[in-house]
Nanobody
Framework: QVQLVESGGGSVLPGGSLTLSCAIS????????IGWFRQADGKEREGIAC????????FHAASVKGRFTISRDAAKKMVYLQMNSLKLEDSGVYYC??????????????WGKGTLVTVSS
């Protein structure tokens, strides 16, 4: 069974940092591009980062570029999102998703259930 399981969400102060993890099982990571998406309460889901199947290329949305970094560890079948300099508007549910392509392209094939990130106070 294909599974993507996010972890690492929580509550953080503005300017703080969090690292999200996506544990992948059921398909070979090297054949899938993996992306991170987020959805704030009143907004559409937004693609924020993607790493290519072999890890050689990354994409970061303008809203997070310079603050967030996506990375992968094929041996551990893990994909990470390092989030620094967090802002209030970064709050939302963060999802990882995979697609059997070299790079991310909608629609993604498999989705995790998400992990909540709250930036406040």
């Amino acid at each position: 069974q294909v599974q993507l399981v996010e972890s690492g969400g929580g509550s953080v102060l503005p300017g703080g940092s969090l690292t999200l993890s996506c544990a992948i099982s059921g398909f070979p990571l090297e054949n899938y591009a993996i992306g991170w998406f987020r959805q704030a309460d009143g907004k559409e889901r937004e693609g924020i980062a993607c790493v290519s199947n072999l890890g050689g290329s990354t994409f970061h949305a303008a809203s997070v570029k310079g603050r967030f970094t996506i990375s992968r560890d094929a041996a551990k079948k893990m994909v990470y999102l390092q989030m620094n300099s967090l802002k209030l508007e970064d709050s939302g549910v963060y999802y990882c998703a995979g697609v059997q392509l070299s790079g991310c392209r909608l629609p993604m094939d498999y989705w995790g259930k998400g992990t909540l990130v709250t930036v406040s106070s």
